[in-house]
């Protein structure tokens, strides 16, 4: 009889668990979808729209790499700051943003074509929406063993993304030495780099390996460590025969 209450109990508490989960789960991703879609969507006012008048160079190297690989239309915004960075969604509204001091760093046309790839790979591949249905279940689990789990499974899935997003930008600009290039820039844009410095730091990526300190490092960040991700590059080349 015991056992019998035991088991019973274990399964009822198992699934108002899950169904508490579930819950959560769902109120969650309808707070995240009216957040964006209703309050988030008005940030974007402090941003300057790219558009044929506006930044025309911005605009068409995002048309031009949008219909490249067939996606919908999306707004395209210039954020005037000279941070090093680029974003992009496709949850709500599909857009991307892009900072002028990027912009401004980059003037190579396959330089820029990578981060623009880069970007668009994110939409293009839906990640955004990914990235939001899994954080929503990591709250929903949030201070169990399971939701400790989750959150190094939600870890690791983002780094995957960033290497499915290099390859778009990869394929996007056709070129291995200006998509290495533009990760080794953006790796030392804090030491604002000479070409030189580039080159030399390609070369690194290309031939070195991170060492076990940094491969513990990753295992708590969102992106890939740089050598990963430029050796991740070129397996892709080699296998879409383009070296």
Known sequence: MWVT???AGVISLFFATVTLGCGLFLLGLALAWVWVTVINRSS???YIPADPQQHPDLWNMVNEVRQQWSLGELAVYLNPTRVINASASDFGKNFIIVNAGL???IQDEAHRKF??????GHIGLGHSWLMMLAYQ???AFQGSL???AFQFLLLNYSRKKELSADRIGLLSCGNLTAALETLAF???SPQNPSYEQVKQAVVQLSQG???KDQNLAELFSTHPDAYERAQELIDFARQMKMI
């Open 103 to 105: 912009w401004q760093a």
């Open 209 to 211: 390996k991170a060492n």
């Open 137 to 139: 279940a990591d709250n």
């Open 146 to 148: 399971l939701g400790l």
């Open 44 to 46: 974007l006012d402090r």
């Open 186 to 188: 953006l790796e030392l």
């Open 115 to 120: 981060v623009i790839g880069h970007e668009l």
């Open 5 to 7: 209450f035991t088991l």
